[in-house]
């Protein structure tokens, strides 16, 4: 692991220690409180002379804060450096097309494309362009504002291309190998996550489509159930009802019949007395 890799540039034809020559404007490093400029005077209490020394001594104190002393102009200040949090941004370092292609623009002008700084061993290092100088074409398209060479040079097809810029009074034409932009890693997490959360987004959906197609089932069937009973019990009152009626039909029948029999047994009597009295007067 280097210092570009959490972040931090140290000038290297500095004769007065380790000295921050650029501090990333972006993730925790930017955050913590160093400054361009600054020299690394310790680690957790043991002295730094070399970009490696402080690497080695941050990441190897086996401590959750590791305490960074720095001289600023002339007087020793503390920054103190969670190192898991830079190992955790190294791992998903978002990287920039402007930083693969090596130059730093300078934000001060948007009217022109100014390289403010060319980072080394890079694609613009290596084709000649210097700090200072005024980008007017690439891969001959002009450009006027930073804006639109920040969304171009994004869009830019791997390879050869060349490139016009302007240094004080002269025009020169250079020869820049256009990398192949990588999308950062942060970038693909998140694009993971988002489908990650999508899935388990889809996934809620269904079960909550599911418990609620169970919860429909369940409320149908306890319906057809409660239809079914009140069906049966609607079909138990009418049988009771239809043998009520039968049993009282038949109490009614039993009743006549037992009607007439006392009627026929009161009219034979009278029928043998009428018959006795036509044999007497014979």
Request: aromatic fraction near 6%.
């Amino acid at each position: 692991m280097r210092g570009p890799d959490i972040g931090l540039w140290f000038n290297r034809g500095s004769r007065d220690g380790l000295v921050i020559s650029d501090v990333s404007s972006r993730g925790p490093i930017a955050k913590l409180g160093f400054h361009e400029g600054d020299r690394i005077v310790s680690v957790n209490g043991r002295r730094v002379n070399r970009e490696a020394d402080f690497i080695e001594y941050l990441f190897d104190a086996n401590e959750p804060r590791v305490e960074v002393i720095v001289n600023r102009d002339g007087r020793d200040q503390k920054v103190f450096v969670e190192p898991s949090v830079l190992t955790e941004d190294f791992e998903t370092t978002e990287v920039e097309p402007l930083e693969q292609f090596g130059v730093v623009l300078d934000d001060r002008y948007d009217d022109r494309i100014v390289v403010w700084k060319v980072l080394p061993r890079s694609p613009a290092y290596y084709a000649g362009l210097r700090a200072g100088d005024v980008i007017t074409t690439f891969g001959g398209k002009p450009f006027k504002t930073r804006t639109d060479f920040e969304r171009g040079i994004g869009e830019m097809k791997s390879g050869e291309a060349n490139i016009q810029v302007r240094r004080g009074d002269r025009t020169r034409d250079l020869a820049v190998d256009v990398p192949d932009f990588e999308r950062s890693a942060r970038g693909e997490r998140s694009e993971r996550t988002a489908r990650n959360e999508r899935s388990e987004r889809s996934g809620n959906e269904r079960s909550e489509r599911s418990e609620s197609g169970e919860r429909s089932d369940r409320t149908a069937r306890g319906e057809r159930s409660s239809e079914r009973s009140e069906s049966e019990r609607a079909e138990g009152r009418g049988s009771e009802r239809s043998e009520a009626r039968t049993a009282e039909r038949s109490e009614r029948s039993e009743s006549d019949r037992q009607n007439d029999q006392r009627r026929d047994n009161q009219a034979a009597p009278n029928t043998k007395d009428a018959g006795g009295q036509n044999q007497e007067r014979r």
